[in-house]
């Protein structure tokens, strides 16, 4: 498996106490701390990358050395540059799997692969989440507790303007009383997208065991399960048009 994992690290690099109290070495550090465990054959693979990186960290070499692209974002959507979002947009659409993480959902990316705004309703109160399992059949719930217990988490509430999931895995309840669709699964072209929401930057939730567990499986889940396909639609004048 080889593991790209994707963080804005604007929090870390302008110095947020409350960030680097939880992760230090940047959220994108601890997600791959997160994965290694269960990726940790001869042949597995986890790089990091950030927004300051030249090209983000996302060059064509590195892509095309990307099975499963994990993206966190936060604060600085707008500054991620097209040209490497059309190069993730074509590489999901060829196969490559993606994660999308908590405020992910207002990334480029996503909007651009789901054709919506992807925008709700949310609080930071650092209310208890539970998030519960909706498919207990499906592998990315595999070894998961029902519910997975939060302590302190930002809140993201309904409606929330996605298309219909093709699969519905995880739904979350707040002390509030919102509910929220917190995993849901899309495919793209050859590609599956997995979108999980807990992960706010102010509070420890990628060092929780379960939410490892959690993205390891999505990370096996997106996968892709055959080589790449150039998708794009090339033309012949002498054959017409195919995609090869």
Known sequence: ???????????????????LGHYPDGIHAAIAAGLAGAFSGADDEIRTATLQDPEHGLTEAVLDATDVL???????????????????????????????????HYSKIFQKLLGSTA?????????RELVWTIDRTHPITEGVPDPIVIPRQEMYGEPFDIPAPDEL??????????????????????GRIFYFSPGDQ????????????????????????????NVTAIHKPDQGWFAS
């Open 1 to 19: 498996m080889r593991i790209t994992v994707w963080n804005e690290n604007v929090h870390e690099t302008r110095g947020d106490e409350v960030v």
């Open 70 to 104: 994990l993206w966190w974002g936060h604060i600085a959507h707008d500054q991620v540059a097209d040209e490497v979002v059309e190069r993730v947009f074509q590489r999901v659409q060829a196969g490559m799997g993606l994660l999308v993480l908590h405020s992910g």
């Open 169 to 190: 895995i995880f739904i979350s309840s707040f002390t509030g009383g919102e509910v929220f669709r917190s995993g849901v699964t899309y495919t793209r072209g050859a």
């Open 202 to 229: 102010e509070y420890p939730v990628y060092h929780q065991p379960e939410i490892q567990r959690v993205l390891a499986n999505g990370v096996r889940w997106a996968a892709p399960r055959r080589p790449r396909a």
């Open 119 to 127: 925008s709700l309703l949310w609080r930071n109160d650092g209310e």
